[in-house]
């Protein structure tokens, strides 16, 4: 799955937080793709298990969702 660095950012930002979102700011590639194995250890790094991406965007709050970039969150519901 492809995702871009903001859908991401909003991914760290709920789970653990704007500093830990701003640390990976800064390491994230503009598109994450999990099917990388770079990109893999990079989410894991920061918390993120890339096995359950879809499941941790699905709990996203809707005011956070509806901002999500590329329509994810439209797709999300």
């Not at 941790?56 to 809707?62: E, I, N, V």
Request: glycine share 10%; aromatic share 2%.
């Amino acid at each position: 799955m492809k995702l871009d660095k903001d859908t991401i950012l909003a991914l760290i930002r709920s789970q653990f937080g704007d500093d830990k979102a701003e640390s990976a700011k800064q390491e994230l590639p503009n598109e994450v793709d999990t099917d990388k194995e770079e990109d893999r250890n990079l989410l894991q790094r920061f918390g993120i298990d890339p096995s359950n991406i879809q499941g941790l965007l699905d709990k996203l709050p809707a005011g956070v969702k509806d901002k999500l970039p590329g329509g994810i969150g439209k797709l999300l519901g």
